[in-house]
């Protein structure tokens, strides 16, 4: 799957920080676009509800910050 790959990308980077979108940590489809570049209209409408994170997700995206190193202790 495209995002997984691309958070995977992301956190391996050298980068100090590595910001991944909910939409895609959600495996959310583009329904769930903040905005689309060069329009005026119906952007900014979309929102998180804690309800749609899944113990699923949080397991999947903890192993992708373990695996990358990027885990923080303290």
């Given at each position: 799957m495209m995002p997984d790959a691309l958070?995977?990308?992301?956190f391996e980077t050298q980068a100090y920080l590595a910001i991944i979108p909910m939409q895609d940590i959600?495996?959310?489809d583009s329904a769930c676009r903040m905005?689309?570049?060069g329009t005026t209209v119906d952007n900014w409408g979309w929102?998180?509800?804690w309800e749609q994170l899944t113990p699923s997700n949080v397991e999947k995206f903890l192993i992708?910050?373990?695996q990358s190193g990027r885990l923080m202790h303290g």
């Open positions: 958070i995977m990308m992301a959600l495996g959310l905005n689309t570049p929102r998180f509800k992708a910050i373990k």
